[in-house]
């Protein structure tokens, strides 16, 4: 069974900087596509960032030029790095694992992004 565990979350001033981590555990050697969501209040979850096994990356426009997706497959874990973090940022981010049959979610983590 798969597990996802998503770390780095907290509260951060607007135009400051976070690291989110999503460690995968019981995938084995295997490494599958990966992406970051978020859902802040009252709002549907929304996708922000697709990284496939080879690296290659995609994101959601409100994330471009400032979050970088990445991934260290010998750790199976996945990154957000997330910069120039503004209010509307503030949400619990998600990291989600694309399996071959399912779908894995991590539980989340809370980002807060207030003066």
């Known amino acids: 069974q798969v597990q996802l565990v998503e770390s780095g979350g907290g509260l951060v001033q607007p135009g400051g900087s976070l690291r989110l981590s999503c460690a995968a555990s019981g995938s084995g050697s295997s490494v599958y596509p990966m992406q970051w969501y978020r859902q802040a209040p009252g709002k549907q979850r929304e996708l922000v960032a697709h990284?496939?096994?080879?690296?290659?990356?995609q994101y959601a426009e409100s994330a471009k030029g400032r979050f970088t997706i990445s991934r260290a497959n010998a750790k199976n874990t996945a990154y957000l790095q997330m910069n120039s973090l503004k209010p509307e940022d503030t949400a619990v981010y998600y990291c989600?694992?694309?399996?071959?049959?399912?779908?894995?979610w991590g539980q989340g983590t809370q980002v807060t992004v207030s003066s």
């Open positions: 989600r694992l694309l399996g071959v049959r399912s779908d894995y």
């Open positions: 990284i496939t096994i080879t690296g290659t990356t």
